[in-house]
């Protein structure tokens, strides 16, 4: 059966200081792999996602970047942190093969201090 | 621009009754629509969907129906059981780029 795993769970970063969460899946190749965001009264905001190694399509103009250099491996990146990076992080993954429902992993809570 | 809106941020409805959440959509193209629930600090899980050919899904306890005209579609939970009290998220996937786009969610409280 696929997984999906991300890490770190929780993680507290003053401003300006880098930041890399990562995102693995496992038991399917070649999925369609996502970033999100859950900021207060945002709802689920798509930052990032990538239909294969080496392709990003980024959504939202900020600070934060996205590289897949694995065929099930997503990190989730930024130089210098931001007050307002500050959220939920949502990773998931679609079967390309089915194409009409994604999966999310556990979440990751970043607050910038 | 909002392309997938849940205008009603809470809703609460008695243990055994009908929950109805609604969603509405802008764009025409989306080929799937998505419901999903979400627990404080998890991840959001799989619910029901709908392909933009049908007009009800059913599973369950929870329906979905889609009014393409209106661009509209509801989620109904029958009966509600104080489990649902959650948080339910409406999403949409256009096949032409595979991109998911979700409403902001509407928190659901199941009374006793």
């Known amino acids: 059966s696929q997984t999906i795993h991300q890490w770190p769970a929780t993680l507290v970063q003053p401003v300006g200081s880098p930041l890399s969460l990562e995102c693995t899946v496992e038991g399917t190749s070649n999925p369609n792999l996502y970033w999100y965001r859950q900021a207060a009264g945002r709802g689920l905001q798509l930052l990032f996602y990538?239909?294969?190694?080496?392709?990003i399509s980024s959504e939202v103009p900020q600070n934060l970047s996205a590289s897949r250099p694995q065929d099930r491996q997503f990190i989730l990146s930024s130089k210098k942190l931001l007050l307002s990076d500050s959220g939920f992080y949502l990773c998931?993954?679609?079967?390309?093969?089915?194409?009409?429902?994604?999966?999310f992993g556990e979440g990751s809570w970043l607050t910038v201090v | 621009d909002q392309q997938v809106k849940q205008n009603s941020p809470s809703l609460s409805v008695q243990e055994g009754r009908i929950s109805i959440l609604n969603c509405d959509y802008t764009?025409?193209?989306?080929?799937?629509f998505l419901w999903y629930k979400k627990y404080p600090a998890e991840g959001p899980t799989f619910l029901i969907s709908i392909s933009s050919i049908k007009d009800k899904n059913e599973d369950g306890r929870f329906t979905v129906f889609l009014n393409k005209s209106a661009k509209h579609l509801s989620l109904h939970i029958v009966p509600s059981q104080p489990g649902d009290s959650a948080v339910y998220f409406c999403?949409?996937?256009?096949?032409?780029?595979?991109?998911?786009?979700f409403g902001k969610g509407t928190r659901l409280h199941i009374l006793p």
């Open positions: 998931a993954w679609m079967d390309r093969g089915r194409r009409n429902t994604i999966y």
């Open positions: 764009n025409s193209m989306f080929d799937y």
């Open positions: 999403a949409a996937l256009m096949n032409r780029d595979d991109k998911i786009i």
């Open positions: 990538s239909v294969g190694i080496g392709q």
